[in-house]
């Protein structure tokens, strides 16, 4: 009898540990980093017009990611199918901190020629979050 309670209550720790690394990283979390850091709210409006525009260079965002990021993109030059970038239609985007900052410093220099600020990164989250 003990050894089944000292298991349930193990399983217990085991899950909610799990699920409080799970919140501490999604895309919530990751939104939540970006408007700290610019001390303003993600404007899910704004995320989309810089998503579709282009910023001086050959590609927009969406040149690689699609107009749709509900759906799959395309990469602009090696063709390479993307998974969709709204969470909503892809569980894993935007849950991994590291891959987060990566992907957007190399995709910020491609799109803007310098790195996004804080604020611009939390309008494409907000808007990629609000896609359902
Ligand atoms: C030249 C093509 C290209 C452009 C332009 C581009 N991206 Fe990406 N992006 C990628 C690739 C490739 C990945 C990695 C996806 C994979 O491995 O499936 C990625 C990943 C990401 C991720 C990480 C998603 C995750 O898995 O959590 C984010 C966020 C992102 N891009 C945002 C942007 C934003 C914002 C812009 C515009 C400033 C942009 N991208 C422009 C190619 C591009």
Known sequence: MRTVQIILVGGLVVLLSWAAMAA?????AQLERFETEAARRGQAEAGRQFFLTK???EWACASCHGEWPTRSGRHATTGKTLEPLAPAFNPKSLTDTARVDKWLRRNCKDVLSRECSAGEKAD?????????
């Open 24 to 28: 501490s990283t999604g895309p919530a």
């Open 55 to 57: 910023h001086g260079n």
């Open 124 to 132: 494409v989250l907000a808007w990629l979050i609000s896609l359902r």
